[in-house]
């Protein structure tokens, strides 16, 4: 069950997942043009195209493409020094992502798959329950909220046009090529450094790369997923503690880990400042993916286990 051509638009495809996806794209027979803000190079057969961020033209990159796949955003940061954070966010997550939308209509494209984020929800669930797709949007922070507004316009559009609009909402994704927190621990983890975090029990899912885009490509194609949007994730949560284990297992090393109350920690995270972070350390972020699974049929390809191996395996190879 496919769409009539095989054509597919990528954003963001010099990032982590949209490197991933362009090469699994093509692999599967897609045209694959890459967009990217500079010239970048991608294995044989992807077409790479430049379109400048401060005043996008998207006439010739979505000329003859059947399917858009918005990966580019303004992301999440920690520490956000703009005067105002969420004008900033909307500029790119919003009023960017519907130039594109609007572009794709005006050039005949006939699907647009855009990558929220599980934050459009919130940022944690109690260890024994779990986000779905009727549960309502309570976003937190500036990122939250331009994604979860990008959400409803594109439906709007979606309304109006007849656009195929999906939208997808993964929580952290990780593979070979994850930066940010998820390399710092893994960084933490190999040098044998004493984590606070053997009295975590908490519950989060996670998405392996491999997955992620195994279901974007699936997205852009059934004709089930017209109009809806899914939460997804690898299928297994873990506590903080027993990814730090699995991780350890995948590099060869002993876990070290310090069973410090998580009272304690989130005291800590007060009077630091910093409690925003050590609530993601310690609480649940559970999600129900079942929709997705029963309506497309999609099972993910990659275990967890496998996943966070090929993780590590990258990670051996790099510079740290």
């Not at 027979?29 to 294995?43: H, I, K, L, N, S």
């Not at 059947?66 to 955003?73: I, M, P, S």
């Not at 997955?211 to 939460?231: M, S």
């Not at 920690?265 to 079942?290: F, H, K, N, T």
Request: aromatic share 6%; net charge positive.
């Amino acid at each position: 069950m496919t769409l009539m051509g095989k054509s597919m638009l990528v954003t963001g495809a010099n990032g982590f997942v949209g490197r991933v996806l362009c090469a699994e794209a093509h692999a599967r027979g897609y045209a694959v043009r890459a967009v990217t803000r500079a010239p970048a190079e991608f294995d044989g057969g992807v077409e790479n195209i430049v379109v400048q961020a401060a005043a996008p033209d998207w006439f010739a990159a979505l000329a003859g493409m059947d399917v858009v796949v918005h990966l580019a955003a303004r992301v999440h940061v920690m520490r956000d020094t703009s005067a105002d954070p969420l004008e900033e966010f909307r500029k790119v997550n919003v009023e960017g992502t519907m130039r594109l939308a609007r572009s794709a209509v005006a050039a005949g494209v006939k699907r647009f798959v855009y990558v929220s984020s599980i934050k459009v929800n919130g940022e944690e669930t109690p260890a024994t329950t779990a986000y779905d797709e009727t549960a309502c949007p309570h976003p937190q922070d500036p990122y939250g909220v331009s994604k979860w507004e990008a959400e409803q316009a594109l439906h709007q559009l979606a309304r109006e046009t007849g656009l195929e609009v999906v939208v997808v909402r993964p929580p952290l994704v990780y593979g070979p090529g994850v930066k940010g927190n998820f390399i710092a621990l893994m960084r933490a983890v190999a040098q044998g450094v004493p984590l606070p975090i053997g009295s975590i029990h908490n519950a989060r899912d996670l998405i392996y790369v491999g997955n992620l885009v195994d279901l974007l490509i699936l997205c852009a194609t059934h004709p089930g997923a017209v109009g809806q949007t899914y939460l997804v994730r690898d299928g297994e949560p873990l506590s903080t503690s027993e990814l730090v284990r699995q991780l350890a297992r995948a590099l060869d090393v002993r876990p070290r880990m310090l069973p410090i109350p998580v009272m304690a920690l989130e005291l800590v995270g007060r009077v630091s400042g910093r409690s925003a972070q050590i609530a993601r350390l310690v609480g649940s972020l559970r999600i129900d993916d079942d929709k997705i699974r029963r309506e497309l049929g999609w099972c993910p390809p990659y275990p967890l286990q496998q996943g966070l191996q090929a993780t590590a395996n990258w990670f051996k190879t790099v510079k740290r």
